[in-house]
C-alpha cells in the first residue's frame, strides 16, 4: 500500500524528533522554525502479536511484518494560507498525504521556544485548522469560478458544482469538509479536490515525560482529547524525546526502560496502530514455508485484489481464497484442527477480506 500519514505542526512542538522515533530516520533537529524543509518521508512496521503468535503455530523460515508510511512536514505557522513562512510549499506537501498526524506541544520546557511564547495546545490545533481551512476555502472559490460556466452544459460539472457549494459556507464557518456528510457519488468529486480538512485527522499531544505512564491525567492532553472528542477525532499521549530513545535501545534495554517508566508498551506502537486504523488499512496473513507475512489491504478489498497484493499473477489468475481466522488458529492451535472444526473456509471472488484473515491464494496463469 502506498498510503501515507503525514505529521504537522507549529514549529518546535516535537514533529521531527517523533518522526525520529517512529522510522529511526535521523531528521535534522533545530531550536527554531523550518529544521524540516523538505518532508521526510520513512516506512515503519506495524506492531502486531499475532506475527508471533502464528510463527509459533505454523513455524516458518522467517517472519515479515507489514510497513506503513509516514511523511514528515515542515512547521506550519500563523498565515500559512497566505505564503507566510514556507507556507504554499508544506500547504501542497500535506495535499499529497493521506492522513494528517497533527502534533501538538503539551509540555513546559523554558529552554525550548514557542512560536506563541506560551504553551497552549488546543489554540495551536485551531491556529493549523484555520489555516488548512482558509486554504480550503481559497481553492474552492477558484474552483466554482471554472466550474460555474461548465456546469450550464455538462451534468458533471453542475454535480461538482453542487459539491463545492455544499462545501463553502461549512468552510466560512471555520468547519472542516471531513465533518461534512456526502453521499457516494459526492465523496467521489471530494477526493478528486483534494482538500487539505477532508483528510482524517489523528491529534498528538506531545507529553513531558512524567506524564507517559498516565498520558490522561495531563492537564493538557485533557485538554487536547476533549477537543479530539467534540470534533470526532482520536488524540494520543506520546513522549516523543523519551519515544526516540527507547527506539534505538535493543530489546531488554526497552523492556527495563518501560518497566522503570510505568509502561507496558512503547507509545509509538499505540500511535502506528491509531495512524494504521485512521487510513482504513487492515492486515492479513500468509503463513508456514518460507515465510510468515503481513499484508496490508484498504478495508473493503475482495479476495483477488488483496491477492494481487502479493503479485498481480495472483490477482489475473484467482481461483479461490482458503482462509481461516487468526482467532481460530489462536483458539483450535493447527491448521489441521481448525479445518477439522469446519473453520477452514474456501472463499470465492466476492469475498471480502477481513483483519486478521491467514490466506492461501489458489490461482492459475
Known amino acids: 500500500m502506498s498510503l501515507t500519514a503525514g505529521i504537522v505542526g507549529l514549529p518546535n512542538v516535537g514533529k521531527s524528533t517523533l518522526f525520529n522515533a517512529i522510522t529511526k530516520a535521523g531528521a535534522e533537529m533545530a531550536n527554531y522554525p523550518f529544521a524540516t524543509i523538505d518532508p521526510n518521508v520513512g516506512m515503519v512496521e506495524v506492531p502486531d502479536h499475532?506475527?508471533?503468535?502464528?510463527?509459533?503455530?505454523?513455524?516458518?523460515?522467517?517472519?515479515?511484518?507489514?510497513?506503513?508510511?509516514?511523511?514528515?512536514?515542515?512547521?506550519?505557522?500563523?498565515?500559512?494560507?497566505?505564503?507566510?513562512?514556507?507556507?504554499?510549499?508544506?500547504?501542497?506537501?500535506?495535499?499529497?498525504?493521506?492522513?494528517?498526524?497533527?502534533?501538538?506541544?503539551a509540555f513546559d520546557n523554558p529552554n525550548i521556544t514557542h512560536v506563541s511564547d506560551k504553551v497552549d495546545p488546543v489554540a495551536d490545533i485551531e491556529t493549523i485548522n484555520l489555516e488548512l481551512i482558509l486554504a480550503d476555502l481559497e481553492a474552492v472559490n477558484?474552483?466554482?469560478?471554472?466550474?460555474?460556466?461548465?456546469?450550464?452544459?455538462?451534468?458533471?460539472?453542475?454535480?461538482?458544482?453542487?459539491?463545492?457549494?455544499?462545501?463553502?459556507?461549512?468552510?466560512?464557518?471555520?468547519?472542516?469538509?471531513?465533518?461534512?456528510?456526502?453521499?457516494?457519488?459526492?465523496?467521489?468529486?471530494?477526493?478528486?479536490?483534494?482538500?487539505?480538512?477532508?483528510?482524517p485527522v489523528l491529534y498528538v499531544a506531545n507529553i513531558s515525560d512524567d506524564s507517559m505512564a498516565h498520558?490522561?491525567?495531563?492537564?493538557?492532553?485533557?485538554?487536547?482529547e476533549k477537543y479530539a472528542n467534540e470534533h470526532g477525532a482520536q488524540a494520543i499521549g506520546i513522549a516523543a524525546e523519551s519515544e526516540e530513545e527507547i527506539a534505538e535501545l535493543d530489546d531488554d534495554d526497552k523492556a527495563e526502560f518501560l518497566a522503570a517508566a510505568g509502561v507496558t508498551e512503547p507509545g509509538l506502537d499505540k500511535l502506528i496502530r491509531a495512524a494504521y486504523k485512521l487510513l482504513?488499512?487492515?492486515?492479513?496473513?500468509?503463513?508456514?514455508?518460507?515465510?510468515?507475512?503481513?499484508?496490508?489491504?484498504?478495508?473493503?478489498?475482495?479476495?483477488?485484489?488483496?491477492?494481487?497484493?502479493?503479485?498481480?499473477?495472483?490477482?489475473?489468475?484467482?481461483?479461490?481464497?482458503?482462509?481461516?481466522?487468526?482467532?481460530?488458529?489462536?483458539?483450535?492451535?493447527?491448521?489441521?484442527?481448525?479445518?477439522?472444526?469446519?473453520?477452514?473456509?474456501?472463499?470465492?471472488?466476492?469475498y471480502v477480506m477481513q483483519d486478521g484473515d491467514i490466506v492461501n491464494f489458489r490461482f492459475n496463469v
Open 215 to 224: 498520558p490522561e491525567q495531563d492537564p493538557y492532553f485533557q485538554a487536547v
Open 280 to 350: 482504513d488499512l487492515e492486515t492479513f496473513f500468509t503463513a508456514g514455508g518460507k515465510e510468515t507475512k503481513a499484508w496490508t489491504f484498504l478495508r473493503g478489498t475482495k479476495a483477488p485484489q488483496a491477492a494481487g497484493i502479493i503479485h498481480s499473477d495472483f490477482e489475473r489468475g484467482f481461483i479461490r481464497a482458503e482462509v481461516m481466522s487468526f482467532a481460530d488458529l489462536d483458539k483450535y492451535e493447527s491448521e489441521a484442527a481448525v479445518k477439522e472444526a469446519g473453520k477452514l473456509r474456501i472463499e470465492g471472488k466476492d
Open 142 to 199: 477558484k474552483r466554482i469560478g471554472k466550474v460555474t460556466r461548465a456546469a450550464k452544459g455538462s451534468e458533471e460539472a453542475q454535480a461538482e458544482l453542487d459539491v463545492l457549494n455544499k462545501i463553502k459556507p461549512v468552510l466560512e464557518n471555520d468547519g472542516a469538509v471531513r465533518d461534512i456528510d456526502f453521499d457516494e457519488e459526492e465523496a467521489k468529486i471530494v477526493r478528486g479536490l483534494f482538500l487539505l480538512t477532508s483528510k
Open 50 to 105: 499475532r506475527l508471533a503468535r502464528i510463527q509459533a503455530l505454523i513455524p516458518a523460515k522467517k517472519v515479515v511484518p507489514t510497513t506503513f508510511e509516514f511523511t514528515d512536514i515542515a512547521g506550519i505557522v500563523k498565515g500559512a494560507s497566505r505564503g507566510e513562512g514556507l507556507g504554499n510549499k508544506f500547504l501542497e506537501n500535506i495535499r499529497q498525504v493521506d492522513a494528517i498526524v497533527h502534533v501538538v506541544r
